[in-house]
């Protein structure tokens, strides 16, 4: 990327980023022309060019841009302070449907670039968000008390569940079409939380 990017005032790096956001979440990365990204930031697709080598470098500068807006979001949430594994759940799906709120676009965009099938970006997606995933979930897990969940229970096994149920939910949604609904997710996951606390705790 060139750096010259970054020289740019805020509100036009933003412009840029927002309309990325924009076309990328609307079709798939092999759909998405850079010609129509330039055309919603108001910029020439060259300049585009000159700030971004290629497609690819946008797409992934996009991604890790919203996993920094995400970040910042579950930090003043306080998902990373010590407390139940359940209310770390509870705080981080607050975080998610504000950020789903305020950047529905963004939040588009990240649910589609994770499933993206494409090898040249699924791998650096999903090499990314493992990475986050992993470093997490260590965190998380070494945080529980075995003595709060019912016996014999496997905490790796649960959360690893608990991760895929999240996954399956929103590859069902993409498949409906349509934006997602903050409203309805956030129904939905209250209604995992209880289940999940129900299965797993010793006093659900």
């Known amino acids: 990327m060139n750096e010259k990017f970054f020289l740019l005032s805020q509100q036009k790096r933003q412009q840029i980023i927002d309309a990325g956001y924009r076309v990328f979440s609307e079709?798939?990365?092999?759909?998405?022309?850079?010609g129509e990204v330039a055309a919603a930031a108001g910029i020439s697709k060259s300049l585009l060019f000159y700030y971004f080598q290629n497609k690819k470098e946008f797409?992934?500068?996009?991604?890790?841009?919203a996993a920094k807006v995400t970040i910042k979001y579950l930090q003043e949430y306080g998902c990373y302070e010590k407390?139940?594994?359940?209310?770390?759940?509870?705080?981080g799906m607050q975080a998610k449907?504000?950020?789903?709120?305020?950047?529905?676009?963004?939040?588009?965009f990240v649910i589609k670039a994770y499933y993206e099938?494409?090898?040249?970006?699924?791998?650096?997606?999903q090499?990314?968000?493992q990475s986050f995933i992993n470093m997490s979930a260590r965190e998380i897990i070494d945080t529980l008390n075995p003595s709060d969940f019912k016996?014999?229970?496997?905490?790796?096994?649960?959360?690893?569940?608990?991760?895929?149920?999240t996954e399956g939910y929103?590859?069902?949604?993409?498949?409906?079409?349509?934006?997602?609904?903050?409203?309805?997710?956030?129904?939905?996951?209250?209604?995992?939380?209880s289940f999940w606390k129900q299965i797993y705790l010793k006093h659900g």
Request: aromatic share 12%.
């Open 83 to 91: 407390a139940g594994l359940f209310e770390m759940i509870e705080y």
């Open 27 to 34: 079709n798939c990365y092999k759909k998405s022309p850079m």
């Open 151 to 165: 016996p014999g229970i496997d905490l790796n096994m649960m959360y690893k569940e608990m991760l895929l149920a």
């Open 59 to 65: 797409y992934l500068f996009l991604w890790d841009e």
């Open 97 to 108: 449907m504000r950020i789903m709120k305020a950047y529905p676009e963004m939040s588009a």
């Open 127 to 129: 090499e990314s968000y």
């Open 117 to 125: 099938n494409l090898p040249e970006i699924s791998v650096k997606i």
């Open 170 to 193: 929103l590859w069902e949604a993409v498949q409906r079409g349509g934006p997602l609904d903050p409203r309805r997710v956030e129904q939905d996951f209250s209604k995992l939380i």
